[in-house]
C-alpha cells in the first residue's frame, strides 16, 4: 500500500465501503432471494463468505452472489 498515495488510499476504502454498504441493502431484493435458492439448490459449501449470510460457499459461488448483490441496487457515484 506504500505505493499509493493517501487521496488515493482513501477513495479507495470509501468505494469497499460503498460496496459494502449497497450488498448489505440489497438482501431483501428479489434477486438475493433468486440466489438464496440457486446457492441452495446447488449444496455447496466452501470456505467463502456472502455478505450478510452465515453460510460458507465456494470461490465461484461467493463472486456470483457478492457480485451481483454489490450491483442489484446500482448506487454508483458517477458525476
Known sequence: LGDFSAEAR?????????WFGV???AQDEPVA???DGLVEEDGAAGPCTLVGRRS???ADTAALVNGTLG???DYDDVS
Open 10 to 18: 482513501e477513495v479507495g476504502k470509501q468505494c469497499l465501503v460503498d
Open 23 to 25: 450488498t448489505l441493502a
Open 33 to 35: 432471494r433468486i440466489l
Open 56 to 58: 460458507g460457499v465456494g
Open 71 to 73: 450491483h442489484a441496487l
